[in-house]
Every structure is written in structure tokens, then in C-alpha cells.
């Protein structure tokens, strides 16, 4: 894959909503394909509905990133910085991989690049905006 682009801050949208569900149960976790791989989440993980999207997120991931604004009801609180992908590719995550194409945001939870994941530019652009 070439250089990465240059990644830009965005903010979460304040309007913006999850329905989420800590995984609290005497469980190993369990496996589930998305983004075109193999996802495997552990007890503690977090079970994120966001408008359909069905997911798993980090248990450490989900307390530093998201507010509960009601019961079961998150909406992202910190900073992302993405850029958009100029040909297809896949990055990895903590619960697996992840593959994007060309035109898809690969989106940093640090401005250092780690604890990345990608996703479509509709959907990224809908939940973040620019921080300019």
C-alpha cells in the first residue's frame, strides 16, 4: 500500500446516538464476521447498535470514547482523525480486521494513528465533522 494521507481532526457530531450493551457475562467472548474478515469480541466488550450497524467495541475503547446521555443511549465523545483511503486496503483492529476501499475514511481513535478502523464516507461524514 502507499504513504497514508495526511490525518485530518474531526469531531462527533453532538446529535448523534448509539445503542450499547456491555457484554457483562461469564462468557470467552465469541467470533462474528464484518468488514470482510473475522471480529472476535471478549466479556466486558461493549455491543454497539448504530443505526443498524451491529458491532462490537473494546471494552478500555468504549469508557475513553463514548458518554452515556440515557440508559443504553452513547454518543461518541472524544476526537477521531481519519483520512480518506486512495485504493482499497485493510487495517487491523482490536477486535480483527477491517477492509475498506478506495474513497472509504480509515479513522484513528489517536491522533497517532492507533486503534484505527475504517469505514464509508457517507456514514463517516454523518457522525464527524471537520474540526477546522
Known amino acids: 500500500m502507499s504513504a497514508q494521507p495526511e490525518r485530518k481532526r474531526y469531531l462527533p457530531r453532538p446529535d448523534r446516538y448509539v445503542v450499547a450493551v456491555p457484554l457483562r457475562l461469564d462468557t470467552p467472548g465469541f467470533g462474528y464476521r464484518k468488514w470482510g474478515a473475522e471480529q472476535y469480541c471478549k466479556a466486558g466488550d461493549w455491543l454497539v447498535d448504530d443505526e443498524g450497524d451491529i458491532h462490537t467495541v473494546d471494552s478500555e475503547v468504549f469508557a475513553a470514547t463514548y458518554r452515556e446521555v440515557g440508559r443504553g443511549l452513547y454518543s461518541k465523545s472524544t476526537p477521531v482523525w ?37 469505514m464509508g464516507a457517507a456514514k463517516f461524514e454523518d457522525i464527524y465533522a471537520p474540526d477546522d
Open 82 to 118: 481519519a483520512y480518506l483511503a486512495r485504493e482499497p486496503g485493510s487495517i487491523r483492529t482490536k477486535e480483527g480486521r477491517t477492509h475498506f476501499r478506495e474513497g472509504d475514511y480509515v479513522v484513528c481513535n489517536n491522533a497517532d494513528g492507533t486503534d484505527a478502523y475504517a
